[in-house]
């Protein structure tokens, strides 16, 4: 998709509340799926204007639901063997990365102790 224009307001109909989860949205880079009931609400006219401006916009007709009702059985991961795996792949990386193997170790060893201290390092999604 293309950059979104400087110039791009979004239209008057939409509540405050409506145009903040559409800028959150654009900058989380996650797509919008517009719904509403059949008729004149401008659902088309947004999903045009957000389309035009380089934003991943649909209306709900254009997209196919999958409804997943039947519980299926769930494993537990071993969250000792995916810190072990975890840290072996950094460790790969860091191998790759810096000529001096002792260098490499030592950064290693700080993320590790770091992980471990928390936790959820494991499950956060990745952020720059």
């Known amino acids: 998709m293309k950059k979104i224009n400087g110039t791009f307001e979004l239209p008057d109909f939409l509540?405050?509340?409506?145009?903040?989860?559409?800028?959150?949205?654009?900058?989380?880079?996650?797509?919008?799926?517009?719904?509403?009931p059949q008729g004149p609400t401008g659902k088309t006219t947004l999903v045009t204007l957000?389309?035009?401006?380089?934003?991943?916009?649909?209306?709900?007709?254009?997209?196919?639901?999958?409804?997943?009702?039947?519980?299926?059985?769930?494993?537990?991961?071993?969250?000792?063997e995916n810190r072990k795996y975890r840290a072996e792949a950094l460790y790969k990386c860091l191998r790759e990365t810096y000529v001096d193997y002792r260098e490499a170790k030592k950064t290693l060893e700080m993320v590790y102790a770091f992980v471990e201290r928390?936790?959820?390092?494991?499950?956060?999604?990745y952020q720059e």
């Open 50 to 80: 957000l389309q035009d401006n380089g934003v991943q916009a649909y209306e709900k007709w254009e997209c196919q639901t999958i409804v997943l009702n039947k519980f299926i059985k769930y494993q537990k991961h071993d969250r000792k």
């Open 15 to 36: 509540t405050p509340e409506q145009k903040s989860d559409i800028v959150s949205a654009i900058k989380e880079g996650i797509p919008i799926l517009v719904d509403g």
């Open 118 to 125: 928390d936790q959820s390092l494991l499950t956060r999604p």
